[in-house]
């Protein structure tokens, strides 16, 4: 079977502003966490508490149209960055799988009218990242499905 062609840096542009507004978009952030531009941010994260949500390699044409259209595949990131001081925030940060969940539900309208989600999926638990004497990172990898009509 012949090895899927990556997807190019400008298709996956095409989809990255709809993971990002759908972050944004996530009601039951907890009590502790402001979400907006600041703190939830694409392809960075803070030094203190933010989420960042960042691509990871792998992603690739599911298949490609003669039209020019397409079916991408594009797994990326979200960690989620901060400094918990009580047991009672360090349950709450470990909480990302509920944005997760809520992403796989809730879907992407995407500002772009040739986009169209097929499908957004966990690829991973929650898990612990670095740490140091102040913060902790959790992390959750994530897989996005989506047509391009062109």
């Not at 990002?20 to 803070?46: C, E, M």
């Not at 879907?107 to 009218?113: A, H, L």
């Not at 499905?145 to 062109?150: E, N």
Request: aromatic letters at 12%.
């Amino acid at each position: 079977m012949a090895e899927p062609e990556k997807l190019t840096i400008r298709d996956a542009e095409n989809a990255q502003k709809g993971i990002l507004a759908l972050a944004l978009a996530y009601p039951d952030y907890p009590n502790l966490f402001k979400a907006d531009n600041t703190t939830i941010r694409w392809n960075s994260i803070k030094t203190d508490r933010s989420i960042g949500l960042f691509p990871i390699q792998g992603a690739v044409y599911l298949k490609k149209y003669v039209s020019g259209s397409y079916v991408a595949q594009m797994p990326f990131q979200i960690l989620y960055k901060c400094s918990p001081t009580t047991n009672r925030a360090s349950i709450e940060a470990q909480e990302m799988n509920n944005l997760a969940a809520w992403m796989e539900e809730s879907g992407i309208e995407f500002k772009d009218p040739h986009l169209t989600l097929q499908s957004i999926t966990r690829t991973s638990p929650v898990y612990g990242g670095e740490q140091d004497e102040k913060t902790v990172v959790y992390a959750i990898n994530i897989q996005l499905k989506y047509f391009y009509k062109k």
